[in-house]
């Protein structure tokens, strides 16, 4: 069976995070945040929470000799920190992104050749960082259409094929279905054949549009849930989702939805 948890920057928007992250654990979920430089780390420590991921890097990205240098010199840094937090799994993008999730460095058009061989490059040294201190990086899908245009490798496609590519377990898949609905839909063929290729670190679920917690848009989250089961899935489901009106109820309706009949 799989785990459940819940991004603490998106939902009790009132409180300050620590307090958030103990208001999750408190309801049952393991605990994700964004920056950990823009937190109160002893803060967090306290809560007694589990924390099942965090962003893994403060800036760089994949496809470039300076940004790759900086992104693994703050994926060193994320490590430390995902450490004294007791977090497995640091997330990563194709490139670093602002305080509005838009990227520091924007692409246009698809990523070239060389691009693709030196995210592949850049990712194995990432994959080998994790692997030294028994930690996972995973590679999340984002959109280009609604929240991230100009990310390369924003894909669900692209994502899954860089993670094959780099066929390390330091490195996973990040499976952001609310993404991949927006840029490519059919959700449980994805989730098979990322299953089946064994590279799923975590799946991350919000409702389209909207962006908040499941049986607010048009995905079928409990026929998702149920092909998970089906699969064996036994890693990781976390709620990266605003509340529709109020987090508790946000968060019931994330537990209805994952939990089988």
């Known amino acids: 069976m799989y785990t459940l948890a819940v991004c603490a920057e998106m ?7 620590h307090e958030r992250a ?10 994700e945040i964004w920056d950990w430089t823009r937190h109160d780390l002893a ?9 099942s991921s965090m962003t893994g890097y403060v800036r760089g990205s994949l496809t470039d000799s300076d940004g790759a240098a900086e992104l693994l010199r703050t994926a060193e840094e994320s490590i430390k920190v995902a450490e004294q937090l007791g977090c497995l799994r640091l997330n990563l993008h194709g490139t670093g992104l602002d305080d509005k999730g838009l990227p520091v ?29 028994g930690i996972t990086f995973t590679l999340e899908n984002l959109n280009t259409a609604v929240n991230h245009p100009g990310v390369p490798f924003a894909t669900a496609a692209d994502t899954l094929a860089l993670v094959a590519a780099v066929d390390r377990p330091g490195l996973r898949m990040n499976l952001d279905l609310y993404h991949a609905q927006i840029g490519e ?5 994805l989730v098979h054949r990322a299953h089946r290729l064994g590279l799923i670190g975590e799946i991350q679920v919000a409702d389209v549009p909207g962006r908040c917690e499941p049986g607010t848009g048009e995905i079928n989250y409990p026929a998702v849930a149920r092909a998970l089961t089906d699969l064996g899935y036994n890693g990781t489901v976390a709620l990266e989702a ?6 508790d109820l ?11 009949a």
């Open 11 to 17: 939902v009790f928007l009132d409180l300050p995070i």
């Open 22 to 31: 103990r208001r999750i654990h408190d309801l049952g979920f393991q605990v």
């Open 43 to 51: 803060a967090l420590t306290g809560t007694g929470a589990v924390f």
């Open 105 to 133: 460095v924007p692409v246009t058009g698809p990523a070239t050749g060389p691009m693709w061989i030196a995210a592949q490059r850049t990712l194995s040294r990432v994959a080998e960082l994790g692997e030294r201190a």
């Open 185 to 189: 839909g059919n959700l449980i063929e």
């Open 242 to 247: 605003w509340s529709s009106t109020d987090s």
């Open 250 to 260: 946000a968060l019931e309706r994330f537990r209805s939805a994952f939990t089988p």
